[in-house]
């Protein structure tokens, strides 16, 4: 389970003095806590949702950089950056877009999709097979660039 290693990658973290490793640490285990305690008992979440919780923290993190980046704040860009960085590493491999599209090409040949009226269905397949390897964004990108 994350949640273990997360306990000790933070005391490695304050024995550096790593404050922006330390940062993004504490917001995984704030994260965690959170889940844990929103479902009305302390049962340990799986690790699929683990997945999940981190990668909502990657995008809310990516958004802030976004609009921190636009208003010419490179002081507060830099710190999502770090724990975009530091939070990423928890997180599965993410693939490349060619791999992704090769995936999808397949998908779409399986399910004998041909136009994008049937992106819905091909969405929910490829979200399934893709689940933690790739963003959603770039996933509808390239959905709806191949049934075009």
Do not use: W
């Not at 922006?20 to 704030?30: V, Y």
């Not at 929103?38 to 802030?64: F, P, T």
């Not at 950089?65 to 975009?84: H, M, P, S």
């Not at 999709?113 to 969405?123: D, L, P, R, Y």
């Amino acid at each position: 389970m994350i949640s273990t290693t997360i306990d000790q990658e933070i005391k490695q973290a304050m024995l550096a003095k790593d404050q922006a490793k330390l940062r993004g640490l504490r917001a995984i285990k704030a994260a965690l806590l959170l889940a844990k305690t929103e479902k009305g008992h302390a049962e340990e979440i799986n690790a699929d949702a683990e997945i999940k919780i981190l990668q909502r923290l990657v995008k809310q993190r990516k958004e802030s950089a976004t609009i921190y980046k636009e208003q010419g704040r490179e002081d507060l860009y830099n710190v999502e950056q770090e724990e975009i960085d530091v939070i990423s590493q928890f997180l599965p491999q993410q693939l490349d877009r060619a791999a992704i599209e090769q995936i999808i090409a397949k998908i779409i040949a399986e399910s004998g999709a041909t136009s994008v009226k049937e992106m819905g269905k091909i969405m929910g397949l490829a979200n399934k097979e893709l689940a933690g390897k790739a963003d959603g964004k770039l996933i509808g990108e390239i959905v709806k660039a191949q049934l075009a």
